[in-house]
């Protein structure tokens, strides 16, 4: 009886993950759907990328030279295609990544690249409101 209760303990929060969709290797900010990995590259598995790719977002969101617009920009590496905004390297697409997605190489650096240009536009500095004025000095009568 008691062996049966931990299966169901262990197995219950895999199906609840399951059922909502969540995979380890899933980026979603600010409610903003951004990539999936599904194949590791440079040593590191496909839910580690996605830790640094957080990361690396996470860092850039607070950053107050983000408040202009995010130029998405591709250059061809030799493990595949990398992808900045404005400048900063954020991921590079491997052939590996294409394979796994079943996707043209490019074509799946144009929709990596769109997720995280949302991600700046859904939840970046640019959105914050800007600071609020001081009120004018009260006179007491």
Do not use: C
């Amino acid at each position: 009886m008691h062996r049966l209760v931990i299966v169901a303990i262990l197995v219950a929060p895999a199906v609840a993950a399951a059922d909502l969709g969540w995979h380890p290797a899933s980026l979603d900010i600010g409610g903003q759907h951004i990539l999936t990995f599904r194949a590791g590259a440079g040593g590191l598995s496909a839910p580690e990328r996605r830790a640094l790719l957080e990361f690396r977002l996470t860092q850039a969101l607070t950053l107050t030279s983000y408040r202009q617009p995010v130029r998405i920009s591709y250059d061809r590496v030799p493990g595949g295609i990398a992808i900045r905004a404005n400048g900063y390297h954020f991921v590079t697409v491997t052939s590996a990544d294409a394979k796994a997605n079943r996707s043209p190489l490019e074509a799946l650096a144009r929709q990596w690249g769109a997720g995280i240009k949302a991600a700046f536009e859904v939840v970046g500095p640019a959105r914050v409101a800007p600071p609020e004025t001081p009120a004018p000095d009260r006179i007491d009568p």
